[in-house]
């Protein structure tokens, strides 16, 4: 090695090709082409690759220098740090999660505690406000994708929440429509990334088999928050009611303020606590860190890079599948804003407010048990993503053929159809999938940023749906609804097909072509480190041995 370090250029030079350009006539990148040609290793005769610290995955460095010394974990070993990274990264994104579900509901809550005539909004006002808030969201995703590649996703998660605890204190402030359309702006933009951001988190610990089960569990407490909250609003209608709420202030200002006080508090712990990557978990060793990354480059998935790379973006837009993940997002966010109009519909049905609140218990509940059955699907079976995505419609088409079909005097009924169709699990499920389907850190944040940009748009075509016209029974929204839950499961049969399809001509390029090399090196001070494909940041595209989870 002292003999090659004294013949081998200290930079290097002249860069002949780059990580991302590199493609053949299959449709894919060539992985003998896929490296940046340097000069020769006059002890082997090898050309050596010279790549940048832009092209290695962010953990390459540390894993190389302490993969050595590491030793290997017993199986028992291995499972007692799987169920480590379970329970202490899930706690600490289960809040996120709780916080997430609390601010989507404080609006809808807030619709039956007087918002609308304190701040005098019709109810079709009201509707636009959700509009708002997706607009905010859709702007904001790119840049911040591309902020939160920049800076960490543990960062970003950190400052978006202090700065959307300071927007949700500010709605009791609000005097007119002007303000909440403000403010409701602003908030969607302070929470656009932080879904994509905290899934990327948990794939940088699990592997892309294991990490959809995890994501749903993460996604369980927010139905948790959604009790919580209605519980607390049952309170405060009572109270209100009673005039006997502290400071003379309505029962939504109240709501909002809890809201706050709570997010606050989940704050403090995230900034200390919570990490990037799996070298900087406080709760792992060395060695379990070792195992951890190993466990995810036996996948061929990386972990992070905080390089932009304009190539990989270019890549996520091109790539078909990328397309058929977003708009599967799309179709199965046009019938969301159900959720947000339950407490409307249950007045609408002859129910008071508290009791329209108190129905809302049943549809966190409901939730839960979903995304339970959901994940012991992915857990327990061999089905994989596809067909689970496409099962858990089900509950959702049902409830909508109870709603056009329902008698109006069976208030049960009613009641019951809107409970199971207002919730299901596959929102995480196929953005999970777009996540871990995608390598290349920069592609994978695009690809999972530009479905969220389609789930916004049709989270802002979707409260024009429901409009006052249509009241009581909503008929078309619900027919609307009901066809669009039957699109989104072909939708995830006809994904399935596709991955299931690449992953063969995948295979079949691999058979004919030779082994992996270390001939890409980086050099770090006066030493050249020898690496390999799983050091690298690259795309699905360009390492064929990723193979696609289905």
Request: aromatic share 12%; hydrophobic share 45%.
């Amino acid at each position: 090695m002292s003999d090659d370090k004294k013949e081998m250029p200290k930079r290097p030079v002249d860069v002949v090709q780059t990580v991302e350009d590199s493609s053949s006539e299959t449709g894919y990148p060539n992985e003998k082409e896929t490296n940046v040609l340097g000069e020769n290793d006059p002890k082997t005769g090898r050309t050596l690759n010279y790549v940048t610290k832009r092209d290695i995955d962010d953990t390459t460095l540390w894993y190389n220098e302490h993969k050595p010394n590491a030793r290997p974990l017993e199986p028992h070993e291995a499972r007692k740090v799987t169920r480590k990274n379970f329970w202490f990264l899930l706690i600490q994104t289960w809040w996120v999660a709780f916080l997430i579900h609390l601010d989507k509901s404080t609006l809808s809550q807030a619709s039956t505690m007087g918002i609308l005539k304190d701040v005098d909004i019709t109810h079709n006002e009201f509707n636009h406000l959700f509009v708002i808030f997706f607009a905010g969201y859709l702007i904001a995703l790119w840049p911040g994708a591309a902020l939160a590649q920049r800076i960490g996703q543990k960062q970003f998660i950190v400052g978006s929440l202090t700065i959307w605890a300071l927007l949700l204190g500010m709605h009791p402030l609000a005097k007119n429509y002007g303000h909440l359309i403000a403010l409701r702006f602003l908030l969607g933009m302070a929470e656009s990334q932080i879904v994509p951001s905290t899934t990327v988190l948990h794939q940088a610990f699990f592997t892309p088999k294991k990490s959809p089960w995890v994501q749903l569990l993460w996604w369980a407490s927010g139905s948790f928050a959604n009790v919580l909250l209605t519980m607390v609003s049952y309170r405060l209608i009572l109270d209100d009611n009673n005039g006997t709420l502290a400071g003379g202030l309505r029962s939504w200002k109240w709501m909002h303020i809890v809201c706050v006080i709570l997010t606050f508090i989940v704050v403090i712990p995230l900034a200390i606590f919570l990490p990037n990557s799996p070298v900087e978990a406080k709760w792992l060793t060395v060695d379990e860190k070792i195992h951890t990354i190993d466990t995810i480059r036996a996948t061929h998935a990386g972990i992070s890079n905080k390089s932009f790379k304009g190539s990989q973006l270019v890549e996520a837009l091109t790539d078909p599948k990328s397309w058929l993940f977003i708009f599967h997002m799309f179709f199965n966010e046009l019938p969301n804003n159900t959720s947000q109009q339950l407490p409307l519909i249950l007045v609408g049905f002859g129910f008071t407010p508290a009791q329209s609140a108190l129905f809302n218990i049943a549809k966190p509940l409901w939730g839960s048990f979903l995304i339970c059955v959901s994940a012991a699907m992915l857990y327990k079976t061999n089905l994989g993503v596809g067909y689970t995505c496409a099962i858990s419609y089900i509950p959702c088409f049902v409830g909508g053929l109870i709603m056009l079909t329902a008698p109006w005097d069976n208030k049960v009924a009613l009641v019951v159809g809107t409970q199971i169709s207002t919730f299901k699990p596959s929102y995480l499920l196929g953005l999970s999938w777009a996540g871990t389907t995608t390598i290349g850190y920069t592609k994978k944040l695009y690809v999972m940023s530009t479905c969220i940009v389609a789930a916004s748009i049709a989270n802002m075509i979707s409260p024009e749906f429901w409009q006052t016209k249509y009241k009581p029974r909503y008929i078309l929204p619900w027919a609307f609804m009901t066809a669009f839950w039957f699109i989104s499961p072909i939708m995830c049969l006809i994904i399935r097909f596709y991955l299931d399809s690449e992953n063969k001509k995948r295979a079949a390029i691999l058979a004919q072509r030779s082994g992996d090399s270390d001939s890409d090196v980086l050099e770090v001070g006066s030493e050249l480190v020898h690496l390999n494909h799983d050091d690298l940041d690259l795309t699905d595209r360009q390492n064929l041995r990723f193979v696609y989870p289905l």
